[in-house]
C-alpha cells in the first residue's frame, strides 16, 4: 500500500482549506477589466528652491482630489494561487500649490498660483487571505510599482513691480509604488465590487520656472479610497 508524505499530505490539505474559502473568487477567476475611482488625500512636501534663491515660504500643501482610472488583469486562483494581478492606469485631478511670498526673504519675491497633477501605471497584485465568508467576500492585501507622471502649471507674478505674470510648465516621470487592503464582494454574474484602502508614493516634482525663483518638490504622496467594479469573463 503506497505510502503518503507528511509534505504531500500538507500540501493537500492547504490546497483544500483555500478553495472552499474563496469559492466565489474561484468562480470568477480567468482575465477581467475594472473601473475604479475614490478620493485621494495627497500631500506635496519638501517644497525648495532649486538655485539658492531663498527658503521657500510653504513649503507642503494637502488636497483632498478624485483619483480615477481603469485596470485589466487575470485572476489565479483556478491555477492554485489565491493571487490576482493587473495593470493599473490612474488619473488624479489637480494638488493646488499656491504661495504668496513664495520665499521667506530676498530682494525680488513673487506669489505662485500653482498646480500639480499626477498620472500613474501599475503592476499591482492581490493576494486574498483564507478568511470570511469565501461565497461572498474576500479580504486581501496589495502592493505594486510602477511609474508616475507628475505634470506642473502655474504663474508666477513679481510682487514688488506687479509685472506681467511668467506663465510656466513642466513634467517629469518618476518611480511609484503602493502598499494596501481591501475586501472584494462577490455580486454574481461575474461582477465583483473592491473597496481599497492603501498609500501611493507617486515620486517627486518640478516646477520648470525659468531663472533664480524655480522649485522642485521632494515628494508626492497620500493615502486613497478606492472603489471599484470588476467584471471577470
Given at each position: 500500500?503506497?505510502?503518503?508524505?507528511?509534505h504531500t499530505a500538507?500540501?493537500v490539505a492547504a490546497?483544500?482549506?483555500?478553495?472552499?474559502?474563496?469559492?466565489?473568487?474561484?468562480?470568477?477567476?480567468?482575465?477581467?477589466?475594472?473601473?475604479?475611482?475614490?478620493?485621494?488625500?495627497?500631500?506635496?512636501?519638501?517644497?525648495?528652491?532649486?538655485?539658492?534663491?531663498?527658503?521657500?515660504?510653504?513649503?507642503?500643501?494637502?488636497?483632498?482630489?478624485?483619483?480615477?482610472?481603469?485596470?485589466?488583469?487575470?485572476?489565479?486562483?483556478?491555477?492554485?494561487?489565491?493571487?490576482?494581478?493587473?495593470?493599473?492606469?490612474?488619473?488624479?485631478?489637480?494638488?493646488?500649490?499656491?504661495?504668496?511670498?513664495?520665499?521667506?526673504?530676498?530682494?525680488?519675491?513673487?506669489?505662485?498660483?500653482?498646480?500639480?497633477?499626477?498620472?500613474?501605471?501599475?503592476?499591482?497584485?492581490?493576494?486574498?487571505?483564507?478568511?470570511?465568508?469565501?461565497?461572498?467576500?474576500?479580504?486581501?492585501?496589495?502592493?505594486?510599482?510602477?511609474?508616475?507622471?507628475?505634470?506642473?502649471?502655474?504663474?508666477?507674478?513679481?510682487?514688488?513691480?506687479?509685472?506681467?505674470?511668467?506663465?510656466?510648465?513642466?513634467?517629469?516621470?518618476?518611480?511609484?509604488?503602493?502598499?494596501?487592503?481591501?475586501?472584494?464582494?462577490?455580486?454574481?454574474?461575474?461582477?465583483?465590487?473592491?473597496?481599497?484602502?492603501?498609500?501611493?508614493?507617486?515620486?517627486?516634482?518640478?516646477?520648470?520656472?525659468?531663472?533664480?525663483?524655480?522649485?522642485?518638490?521632494?515628494?508626492?504622496?497620500?493615502?486613497?479610497?478606492?472603489?471599484?467594479?470588476?467584471?471577470?469573463?
Amino acid at each position: 500500500m503506497p505510502v503518503i508524505s507528511r509534505h504531500t499530505a500538507f500540501a493537500v490539505a492547504a490546497t483544500l482549506s483555500i478553495i472552499p474559502a474563496h469559492a466565489a473568487l474561484a468562480q470568477n477567476s480567468g482575465f477581467y477589466l475594472s473601473g475604479k475611482g475614490g478620493p485621494s488625500f495627497l500631500n506635496v512636501s519638501g517644497i525648495h528652491s532649486t538655485t539658492g534663491a531663498g527658503t521657500v515660504n510653504d513649503d507642503s500643501d494637502s488636497n483632498l482630489v478624485g483619483a480615477f482610472g481603469m485596470a485589466g488583469g487575470y485572476t489565479w486562483l483556478q491555477q492554485g494561487l489565491p493571487l490576482r494581478t493587473e495593470l493599473e492606469f490612474m488619473n488624479r485631478t489637480e494638488v493646488t500649490t499656491d504661495s504668496t511670498p513664495l520665499f521667506t526673504s530676498g530682494a525680488t519675491n513673487f506669489a505662485l498660483a500653482s498646480t500639480v497633477q499626477d498620472v500613474s501605471l501599475m503592476l499591482k497584485a492581490y493576494w486574498y487571505v483564507p478568511m470570511g465568508d469565501g461565497a461572498k467576500w474576500s479580504p486581501y492585501f496589495t502592493f505594486g510599482g510602477g511609474i508616475a507622471r507628475n505634470a506642473v502649471k502655474g504663474d508666477l507674478t513679481p510682487i514688488a513691480t506687479g509685472g506681467a505674470p511668467t506663465h510656466f510648465s513642466k513634467s517629469r516621470l518618476d518611480p511609484a509604488w503602493t502598499i494596501g487592503a481591501g475586501i472584494s464582494f462577490y455580486l454574481g454574474n461575474n461582477v465583483v465590487n473592491d473597496v481599497e484602502i492603501h498609500y501611493v508614493d507617486l515620486g517627486s516634482a518640478d516646477w520648470g520656472i525659468p531663472g533664480a525663483a524655480n522649485i522642485s518638490a521632494n515628494a508626492l504622496r497620500g493615502a486613497e479610497i478606492i472603489f471599484a467594479l470588476r467584471y471577470n469573463f
